[in-house]
């Protein structure tokens, strides 16, 4: 249920996005409360649920599993509830920017152009944007930002290395792969 209702209220945020309007992340809020109980509940059912449902082609099943997996593995590090949240949250949206972006270059099955790998990229700053002046935390904003680095520093778009790169960004980076 948590998932359908995520899902529901992400297409409502992808609608105002393409729309360019500022998504209501706050409706956002009961949906993610619950899918963190679920996960702190079982986890074992939110990432078969998480793998189940992402092996559609639709972007926000993506993030929608990016947010399950995120809060599993938050929860097996032993993170609070309120960082389950906020990492939840950061998995929906690390990839908003997207949103942003010709359907037919995400839908792109060849290799990408040197000219479509940079705008494909921007979907970074996208996200930023579209999130810009909403109520999000510091560590969902770095998690959007730097959610494409990787711990040798061969990532973008700063090329941060191992822990210099912020934990959520960390791990939705792993869970984004």
């Not at 389950?84 to 792109?108: E, H, N, V």
Request: proline share 4%.
């Amino acid at each position: 249920l948590a998932y359908l209702s995520i899902q529901q209220e992400f297409n409502r945020i992808g609608k105002a996005v393409k729309a360019g309007n500022k998504p209501d992340i706050k409706r956002l809020n009961p949906f993610i409360d619950a899918l963190v109980e679920s996960i702190i509940r079982n986890p074992a059912a939110a990432v078969w649920l998480a793998r189940l449902k992402s092996k559609s082609s639709y972007a926000h099943r993506h993030c929608i599993s990016c947010a399950i997996l995120s809060c599993v593995m938050g929860r097996q590090l032993g993170l609070d509830r309120n960082e389950l949240f906020q990492l939840a949250l950061s998995g929906l949206l690390i990839d908003i920017g997207k949103l942003a972006l010709p359907d037919t270059l995400l839908r792109k099955s060849t290799d990408l152009t040197r000219s479509e790998r940079e705008e494909t990229r921007s979907h970074i700053q996208q996200g930023l944007d579209i999130l810009q002046d909403l109520p999000l935390s510091v560590e969902v904003l770095a998690a959007v930002r730097y959610h494409h680095e990787r711990f040798n520093g061969c990532g973008y778009p700063s090329q941060l290395s191992g822990t210099d790169i912020p934990l959520f960004a960390r791990i939705a980076g792993i869970v984004d792969c």
